[in-house]
């Protein structure tokens, strides 16, 4: 890292032992039309200067909504109600909007969570990080030289270039680096990062907050960071707010709440998180499950066989580039591998790896460009209607948005019952407690059925998924990103549920996912696929204990806090 | 604006071998724990049970039903919808009656509106006026509908060459203003011969269609993107049952928007049509045929040409006022999830 400039801000005298911001019983409360809603109740929290704080909870727990009322940017309809914000002794709780404007950017700068729809598409990234230079008073005479160093401090090659790009030419990570060095650009003795890399491959995640790290102890900048990750939060604050339903439950040293947490919530969670799991998920199968599953698991010793296989599977997309000229790009370049009857097999690569491409070929809803994918024995390119007509009854996928892949004109029972009307399967009374049994399976209560997708959460969405890919009876189970998008209690509820049901019905699944913690809860075989390609193809246990491809090796150190729970 | 502090260089410490071990500050921080009876803990991802189950379209009827705008245009609806089926009970003179003994003169008992120039009861007039505007304007909608939806749906779902084909069609009609085509239309001779409602229904249609293609054709490419198709057809759906069972339905929202807003504007282009003598013939009473009678007395009774001109403008605005109701209320953005 080249120097970095010190600016003013550092140079004030400040007391080391009084807190920078300080924040008492904040109680903030969202006016909607069906009512006040309280968002947050009893926020508190200490930010030492120079420390790292990380705010820590779901979505909806309020973790956004209470760093945001420190700036003073809460969205129309929602209001400070009640305790007090302190930010180096001043009293910043209804603040004039003259002194709010002031503070921010030169005294606390902030991080923003998208990197895609956070800067102005229309203006190229030095104006942009000129535009809070100029804000804050800094610009000076040298401006030019002065936007290309901010962005060179955030870790942006050729940054002189850069700043004359447009953010549409940046990759995420870039415009990431972009979002923090006009964060940062103002030398803020305070940084609030709102989810500052959810978005990101974990690679790039790790590198981006590395770099930040660098920066902020380097600075001297206290960092308050927003994240929904534990493991990512322990190792990077020093100090951890718990957040739940809009209270802190649980606040202290970062490496006590991992190691000893009290709240029975914080204990949840640490269990929960998958980047601090270490092993395979078991479930504790019931009596009958446990019958089930003796015989089943005779039948599997017996036939021990690849149930499906793939091979030399190739995907050439055409590019268009204006009139009749068109590029090839090879999304996925001569994949092979297998997957065992009643096993996992994870795929895992970051974006553009060509991973969901492979689980579309699988499924037969994109024609591979050669290559051959065989099912059960049979091969399945050049398949005639009815026997496709057939493989749909046994391979199942999951999708990975639960708020995209149900109908939201469907209600549940319809849904569920879809495939079974497809298929032409029993008669109205039947199809009708084949969906209760399914709903059953996926722990849902049978009342769901005539409700809308609308009406459920996340997670439950992907239940009333996993039921509808069940409805026929499949053997495989195709998993594209299939818990991203849920909440780290949820994902593991989904995951526990996905690991029962392939014990009690044998299922094989592929599961397709960017997250090597992921990987470990739930895989037996992982193939590792960087740029269409697999780099490794082994057992869970082989990948994580002696990796040996370099790429694999990187996405292993990437993972958050996976060294803290040792 | 002051100059620029001059920056102070610090030399970074080289860059020590990352170690991933957390962070541990030399301040003492305090441990704290809520009290657990503050929050207590729910069981993750519960179901709600309690609450009522609710449709799509059961949520935007209740946020419908409230909104003053909806209330007071549904009201004006029925209202014109009841004129136009039984104009008996709403008028006691008969329109056709006409003296011209009566012509221009004003309101009197039993003819609350006074006499047209050639001496009818311009209350009756309006009063049976309200069914052709109706029947236009219904009728054409309908017809937009099946020819433009099924075309657009049939365009944005396959997309190719079929997709290719209507957008230049569409641009064609696009280019043609509305009365300009229309009035060559009326003028050919089988339409010129058979004049009625038909003929201006169909005439209407014509230039109607390619504007509800377009729209259906965007709210199609829009659904059928989504991943509960791409499920459906991994279900085993074929792709023209998804077309029907999936994507329509899940389009249907702005249709139902532009439809109601359009049905106004039929009926304005009927009266348009009308008043220039080239829409309904004179022997069907219409606000158009009367506002165009009314011209010549325009500047000594304007009431004359004002009641039926008033009555179309109510309609109209109160079918545009529906439309705008509606929208709010299946906004998707709007609504939650």
Not at chain 1, 67 to 74: H, N
Not at chain 1, 515 to 526: E, K, N, S, T
Not at chain 2, 12 to 32: D, L, M, N, Q
Request: proline share 6%.
């Amino acid at each position: 890292m080249s120097k970095l400039l010190k600016g003013p801000s550092v140079n004030r005298p400040s007391d080391e032992d009084r807190p920078l911001l300080e924040i008492r019983d904040l109680a903030i409360t969202f006016s909607t039309p069906e009512g006040p809603v309280h968002a947050v109740r009893n926020g508190r929290l200490t930010v030492m200067p120079g420390e790292t704080v990380a705010i820590v909870g779901e979505s909806g727990s309020g973790k956004s909504t209470t760093a945001l009322a420190a700036i003073g940017l809460l969205p129309g309809n929602g209001k400070v109600t009640g305790g007090q914000i302190i930010f180096d002794g001043e009293d910043i709780t209804h603040p004039t909007e003259e002194r709010i404007v002031a503070l921010r950017g030169s005294s606390i700068g902030m991080v923003p969570q998208d990197p895609m729809s956070n800067l102005n598409p229309v203006w190229k990234i030095g104006f942009q990080v000129k535009e809070t230079l100029k804000a804050n008073g800094l610009a000076g005479n040298n401006s030019k030289e002065r936007v290309a160093q901010v962005l060179a401090e955030a870790g942006l090659p050729d940054a002189a270039t850069r700043a004359g790009q447009y953010p549409h030419e940046f990759s995420g990570g870039m415009r990431q680096r972009a979002l923090i060095a006009i964060g940062l650009a103002c030398r803020p003795r305070l940084l609030i990062a709102d989810e500052p890399t959810s978005a990101l491959d974990v690679t790039v995640q790790q590198q981006i907050l590395d770099h930040l790290d660098t920066m902020t102890s380097e600075l001297g900048t206290a960092v308050v960071l927003i994240t929904h990750d534990l493991g990512l939060a322990a190792e990077r604050a020093e100090k951890i707010v718990v957040m739940y339903k809009g209270q802190v439950v649980e606040s202290g040293p970062a490496l006590e709440i991992l190691r000893n947490p009290v709240h029975p919530y914080t204990q949840r969670l640490v269990a929960a998180a998958p980047s601090l799991a270490s092993k395979r998920l078991q479930s504790q199968p019931t009596e009958v499950a446990e019958e089930i599953n003796a015989v089943v698991k005779v039948e599997h010793e017996i036939v021990d066989e690849d149930i499906l296989q793939v091979k030399d599977l190739t995907k050439v997309f055409k590019i268009r580039r204006g009139l009749g000229r068109s590029d090839d790009f090879t999304a996925v370049d001569n994949v092979s591998f297998s997957v065992k009857r009643g096993t996992t097999t994870a795929i895992v690569g970051e974006s553009g790896s060509g991973k969901s491409t492979v689980a579309q070929m699988v499924l037969n809803l994109l024609k591979p460009t050669s290559g051959s994918i065989t099912f059960d024995g049979q091969v399945m390119t050049d398949r005639t209607e009815n026997q496709l007509f057939k493989f749909r009854r046994r391979v199942q996928p999951i999708f990975q948005d639960p708020y995209g892949s149900l109908d939201p004109m469907y209600s549940i029972f319809r849904t569920i019952e879809e495939p079974l009307r497809i298929h032409g399967i029993g008669d109205a009374k039947s199809r009708q407690s084949r969906v209760k049994e399914l709903l059953e399976h996926v722990s849902m209560p049978s009342s769901t059925m005539h409700r809308f997708p609308n009406e459920l959460s996340g997670g439950q969405r992907q239940r009333i998924a996993i039921a509808r890919a069940l409805a026929l009876k499949p053997e495989v189970i195709i998993c594209d990103e299939a818990v991203s998008a849920l909440d780290v209690l949820v994902q593991a509820q989904i995951l526990n549920l996905l690991n029962k049901l392939q014990e009690e019905l044998n299922l094989t699944y592929l599961f397709i996912t960017h997250d090597l913690a992921v990987v470990r809860q739930i895989a037996d075989d992982v193939c590792v696929m960087e740029h269409g390609r697999i780099v490794e193809h082994s057992t869970t246990d082989e990948v994580f204990n002696n990796p040996q491809s370099e790429y694999t090796k990187n996405l292993l150190r990437a993972i958050p806090g996976a060294t803290l729970m040792l | 604006m002051s100059e620029n502090p001059t920056p102070e260089i610090i030399e970074p410490v080289a860059p020590a071998p990352k170690v991933r071990a957390g962070k541990i500050s030399s301040r003492h921080i305090e441990h704290y724990v809520a009290p657990l009876a503050e929050t207590p803990l729910q069981s993750v991802d519960k179901v709600d049970e309690t609450a009522e189950p609710l449709s799509m379209w059961a949520q935007a009827w209740r946020s419908l039903r409230i909104q003053p705008l909806f209330i007071i245009s549904a009201l004006l609806i029925i209202l014109v919808i009841l004129v136009a089926v039984f104009p008996g009970l709403f008028a006691k003179a008969d329109p056709t009656f006409c003296k011209l003994d009566f012509a221009r003169q004003g309101p009197s008992a039993g003819h609350p509106l006074g006499y047209t120039f050639q001496g009818c009861d311009i209350y009756a007039r309006v009063i049976y006026g309200a069914k052709a505007s109706v029947l236009v304007g219904l009728f054409t909608t309908i017809a937009v509908l099946i020819v433009g939806g099924t075309f657009g749906a049939l365009a944005g779902y396959y997309g190719g060459w079929l997709d290719a084909v209507l957008a230049r069609i569409t641009d064609i009609f696009f280019a043609l203003p509305l009365i300009l085509g229309a009035i060559i239309i009326m003028q050919l001779p089988a339409f010129r011969e058979n004049k009625s409602i038909w003929t201006v229904i169909i005439t209407l249609a014509i230039f109607g269609w390619p504007q509800m293609a377009r729209i259906t054709r965007g709210a199609v490419i829009e659904a059928k993107s989504a991943d509960y198709v791409m499920a459906s057809r991994s279900l085993g759906l074929s792709k023209f049952k998804t077309l029907v069972k999936h994507v329509v339905p899940n389009s249907l929202a702005p249709i139902i928007v532009i439809a109601t807003i359009s049905l106004g504007i039929y009926i304005v282009a009927e009266a348009t049509l009308s008043f220039l003598g080239l829409g309904l013939p004179p022997s069907i009473m219409s606000w158009g045929n009367d506002i165009a009678n009314a011209q010549i007395s325009l500047r000594n009774n304007p009431a004359i040409l004002m009641w039926p001109a008033l009555a179309l403008s109510v309609t109209v605005l109160s079918f545009i006022m529906l439309g705008d109701a509606v929208r709010d209320a299946l906004d998707p953005k709007s609504r939650k999830g």
